[in-house]
């Protein structure tokens, strides 16, 4: 596998995207491209299946998505009912519509039709936008196997493929659905794979998936943003909620991730900030995808100054200026730290990444520590002593008090015998 890098700094136009491609990334004020951009890009135009490893908030979703859209804006076939012409596969029902925004963001002075697919809202629209043909389809891969298999959309017709995140499909269980999904694909193709990191299965898989790749990796596999200020706060999990509230009580936490690891958990948190006076949302699994969408944009807006958030989110959310992440507990997987961590410190700009970690999450801080050959900065927990609240009396238990003002009051009272 042919591995390339380059060191100089030229702009789109440079790399050779076209004119109206380069008049909408000046409206997104994007001048000069990343390096995973910059490497890519001029192979993609080539028609170079890539093999692309950077870590997120690197800019892999417009170093695939620019290409492609320069080839489909040329005159070709119209697309046919039920098909598309390009397949973006992604494992996050945001990080797809995210991907779909960017489509649209970058290709808007081109004519092109896209759709995003995936679950949980009815799939009525999503029939109806398939049914004449789209140029790019973008989706998860439940949602579209599902369509697939009603018939109501075809991949045989698909030109460009691209699997993003696919480390992130092997943790989500996906690998069989994207084997069924690449077993309905033309053989002949233009096909990526991105990937912010590089295990066994996703190698396994690139090799079955593409032909003669070019590998461009801009970063070390594991090696987390350099640009992230992390510490480690040491706190028996009774007190992690007050160390939180405590946190945020600096303005300087601006806009503020906060990763647990369960559904309930990120649910009692956020009830817990709310209560406390602090605009919080919680996004993860059991939402619906509207209360999901609902809640990313008042975090987006700042009308959400906290989000909290299982997993779901630590990949592929592009928020513009989080100050924190906080992981209020640890992830069991070190890989999903490197994630989470990334929310923050994009675009060129710095984060501060903070951990709470109790007594039995210091196998999980050890994972992460040599994953990312980096000792976190350990931070003094000072809080001030919770107080106690006070004991409800249990209704069933007697009150002594009670007994004996009711026998000074009988004192006084005639006996039934007078």
Known sequence: MEQLSHVTNPTFSELGLAEPICRALAVENYTHPTPIQMQAIPLLLEGRDLLGIAQTGTGKTAAFALPILQKLGRPQQPVEA????????????ELAVQIGDSFAAYGRNLGLRHTVILGGVTQSRQVKALARGVDILIATPGRLLDLAQQNHVRLDRVKHFVLDEADRMLDMGFIRDVRQIVALLPK????????ATMPKDVARLATDMLHEPVRVEVTPQVVTVDRIEQRVFFVQTANKLALLIDLLKDSALARVIVFTRTKSHANRVGEHLERAGIAADAIHGNKSQNARQRALERFRSGDARVLVATDIAARGIDVDGVSHVINFELPNEPESYVHRIGRTARAGKSGIALS???ASERGFLRDIERLTKRPLLIEDVKLAPAATPPQKKDAREPDPSAFKRKRQWNRGRPSRAA
């Not at 002949?188 to 990937?195: A, E, M, V, Y």
């Open 82 to 93: 039920r098909s598309a012409h390009a397949l973006i596969l992604a494992p996050t029902r």
């Open 188 to 195: 002949k193709r233009h096909s990526l794979l991105f990937s």
């Open 356 to 358: 709470f970690c109790d």
